[in-house]
């Protein structure tokens, strides 16, 4: 079997993934299985999602040549896959438009979502507006009081948002709340899911509507730089725009992947979010993966300036990347992130998403030592419109 | 025979139903743990279910999310709670005890020492929520051969092939899931779960109990008389919640002798 080909029957990458709910739950998830599994094959289906990525979302988004950015580092050159670009402002829709037209085909009326930032679920009330379906949002309390724009866009686009006041109030604590109203409300409804995380077929299915952006990179980057790049970056909170952009380099041997996670205030200080770097495999949201848990198995509050990397776990594909060797995992700290988000806004004209900013980092880490006919392509995965308020008030300005 | 087997065994030959109650270790307080189990089965609790906290309790409703994290709160490990179940096998060594959660706590310990460590501390079955029994044929394995019944549930969607493939692997009792939703959800449909044990006894040999949504006497008399077990979570932990500090060991036991009492038709 290819690695590509990964994960197995029931979901499994190596020791990863898998199916690890309450029985009340197995049904549901076989249903969704059994109704992937025809419709990702579905000639229909497929040209719907292919139409409504190019019309609606915006697709091909761009493979953009930095080329101030790079003459800067003196060394690789350095190009930019645009998910910015997107409509919403990030890779998310790419996925949620698959899962809504999924939902539709089964019929359901109703879909749920959990968010942290708030770009999933945005992304999840866009589709919904979109479709016709009503739409409910998991949110932590937490995060409603540092995303009060983003809880506003849902509004407007007719959502309703529930607080989750349970645990530590953040993502983490919407995604256990989604799971227990899909529980109770099963039949009438669809679960989309924002990461590829979660039980099978969530991690395959989530990798297979990103995984467009890894294909449009393919052919664009042997368009306008010629050849494939040495590496390809990507930040990593649950992995989502990293799984879609390295899935289809995986059969690349020659191309590096690299996820990078937030080491938030550094890894030594505990206050991170760099699961792949410093946690330990466990079971958590429906597969086994690698998670911040304290000795007891307790998973421990992460941190990372950019809410949309402040997760817990990490799917499981990408677990099983790290530990195959087929990845390289690392990890940027708030600071670093910054300095290249501001680095990115200055030299190319564009903000980038704070999320983003943790690959375009490492980026600049290593740009400097590699040679000027090496190349790097990152993805630009989200623009940082919605990060104002975070950066304004790190550098002491107050709106 | 297991514990729980030799218990229910002897409930059959009474012709009575087991009553088995559910409640958080660690809450509200590591002190009152183990005096609350013993309260438990002096009251008439058959087998005891003991919740593991956990932090991220994705089955479960609001009131048995807040009791763990109570439990957390004062630093309740998976090691302290097969600590208290040692320290109640001192001095009980008839009524079975069911050490109930998620993964992750046994996971980090690693299933060898869990599996051996719950065998030594005198605990009877173990019940891992977010096991399915795909996923769960190394640990069950483990446990039975220390002589531990793993438990699993049955939800109201399994389909045929999958009570098959529990059936094969439960011992001691399954744990029917009388409801669609997390514990501590309302409108138990009686009727409704009678259709669905009948059709579960075909497949499932050892007793079925059936929990979520038993909230007073009356539904639980009326689960008794279509189940072998009547599972009481939520209602009990609830009461422990609203009890003043001292209080608890006597609120506790009045409910479930009430409970007890409505089982047996007294």
Known sequence: MQMGDLPDDKGHFGPYGGVFVAETLIEALDQLKAAYAKYREDPEFCAEFDYELKHYVGRPSPVYHARRWSEHFGGAQVYLKREDLNHTGAHKINNTVGQALLARRLGKKRIIAETGAGQHGVASATVAARYGMECVVYMGSEDIKRQAQNVYRMKLLGASVVPVESGSKTLKDALNEAMRDWVTNVDSTFYIIGTVAGPHPYPMMVRDFQSVIGKESVWQMEELAGRQPDAVLACVGGGSNAMGIFHPYIAHKNVRLIGVEAAGLGLESGKHAATLCAGKPGVLHGNRTYLMQDDNGQIIETHSISAGLDYPGVGPEHAWLKDSGRAEYVAITDDEALAAFHKLCRLEGIIPALESSHALAYAAKIAPCMKKDQTLLVNLSGRGDKDMHTVAEKSGIVF | ?266
């Open chain 2, 1 to 266: 025979m297991s514990r729980i087997t030799a218990t229910f065994t002897a409930l059959r030959e009474q012709k009575r139903k087991a009553l088995i109650p559910f409640v958080t270790a660690g809450d509200p307080d590591q002190a009152t743990c183990v005096p609350l189990m013993h309260a438990l089965a002096a009251a008439g609790a058959d087998v005891i279910e003991l919740g593991v906290p956990f932090s991220d309790p994705m089955a479960d409703g609001p009131t048995i999310q807040r009791s763990s994290e109570r439990a957390l709160r004062n630093g309740t490990s998976l090691k302290i709670v097969l600590g208290f179940a040692a320290e109640f096998r001192k001095t009980n060594n008839r009524t079975p005890v069911v050490l109930m959660g998620y993964a992750n706590p046994i996971e980090a310990m690693g299933y060898d020492k869990f599996a051996a460590a719950a065998g030594e501390a005198g605990v009877d079955g173990v019940l891992v929520v977010d096991y399915p029994p795909e996923e769960s044929l190394k640990l069950s394995a483990l446990l039975e051969k220390n002589g531990i019944d793993p438990i699993f549930l049955i939800a109201p969607t399994s389909i045929d092939s999958r009570i098959e493939e529990i059936a094969k692997l439960a011992r001691g009792y399954v744990y029917y899931v009388s409801l669609r939703g997390v514990t501590g959800s309302a409108n138990l449909n009686v009727e409704e779960i009678r259709k669905k044990l009948a059709e579960l006894r075909v497949r499932v040999k050892i007793p079925i109990g059936v929990g979520f949504g038993i909230r007073d006497g009356k539904t639980a008399r009326a689960v008794s008389e279509i189940a072998d077990a009547v599972v009481i979570g939520s209602r009990l932990v609830e009461e422990i919640e609203k009890s003043p500090p001292g209080r608890v060991l006597d609120n506790v036991s009045v409910l479930v002798k009430d409970m007890r009492a409505a089982i047996d038709g007294r």
